[in-house]
């Protein structure tokens, strides 16, 4: 089935129509920077914008939201405006000529797809799988024996008396010019606090703050499995098509 998949992010929105058999897009990756100041009306203007120019009509949309969503409403939004809080994004598509609209965690969207076609997929039927998205902010998700546990939002933990997002998020990494081994050393330890806290059979790393995994690999002392993502930058567009097409069961 082909449908498309819409992946919010702090500095661009991007989509593509994907074949959700394969897990390919067929048509170009479309990015638009993110509206500045980001409130509603904006960003409900700019996922318009870019559902028409990728042609899309009658079929599933999955969006990924960089927050908690419950029935398609956003919960809340650490990095983006707070005013799009309680915006129901589906809500705000109507009128459009689409099929089902669904939106969820970008993380979760992220762990869709690589559970489906990534460094997940020997974990598909079984197993607990940890996964984390490392940029501006750090997403986490869990999957149990197939079943994802949604919204999990560990980012947001006290760890080492510090929000661990700030603590130790890509943008946390940039902002205070952290050395790799000091970031790695921070970031490290996390895993370990999270491997002891969760006891999966595999965590998965992705996000764009972990693409140069040579800087920092040697400060990853756990136990666990770990993995790169192996969608990349389009693990979110591809997750969040799947999500779409599972409401049409
Ligand atoms: C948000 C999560 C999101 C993560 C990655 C966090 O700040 O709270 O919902 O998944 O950033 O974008």
Redesign the pocket.
């Known amino acids: 089935m082909l449908a498309l998949g819409i992946d919010i992010g702090g500095s661009g929105i991007k989509g593509a129509i994907v074949d959700t058999e394969t897990g390919n897009l067929v048509s170009d990756r479309v990015r638009i920077p993110t509206p500045q100041p980001s409130n509603a009306d904006a960003v409900v203007a700019t996922v318009r914008q870019l559902i028409n120019e990728l042609r899309f009509e009658n079929g599933p949309v999955g969006i990924g939201f960089?927050?908690?969503i419950r029935a398609n409403t956003i919960y809340?939004a650490?990095?983006l405006e707070k005013c799009l809080i309680g915006v129901n994004l589906e809500k705000r598509l109507s009128g459009m000529n689409l099929g089902p609209v669904r939106v969820i965690?970008?993380?979760d969207a992220a762990g869709f797809a690589e559970m489906e076609f990534g460094a997940g997929k020997s974990h598909r039927h079984s197993g607990t799988v940890l996964m984390l998205?490392i940029?501006?902010?750090?997403?986490t998700v869990l999957f149990t024996n197939g079943h994802l546990v949604p919204n999990l939002?560990l980012?947001?933990i006290e760890f080492k008396k510090k929000h661990a997002?700030s603590y130790v998020s890509e943008r946390a990494r940039i902002r205070k010019e952290m050395s790799w081994e000091k970031w790695g050393k921070r970031f490290g330890s996390f895993l370990l606090y999270l491997e002891h806290l969760l006891q999966p059979d595999l965590i998965i790393l992705g996000g764009g703050g972990v693409k140069k995994p040579k800087l920092f690999d040697e400060y990853i002392d756990i136990e666990t499995p770990w993995e790169l993502a192996s969608s990349g930058n389009k693990a979110g567009i591809i997750g969040a098509a799947l999500a779409a097409c599972e409401t049409e069961d």
């Open positions: 960089p927050g908690v809340t650490a990095n965690n970008d993380a998205t940029g501006t902010g750090i997403g939002e980012g947001h997002e």
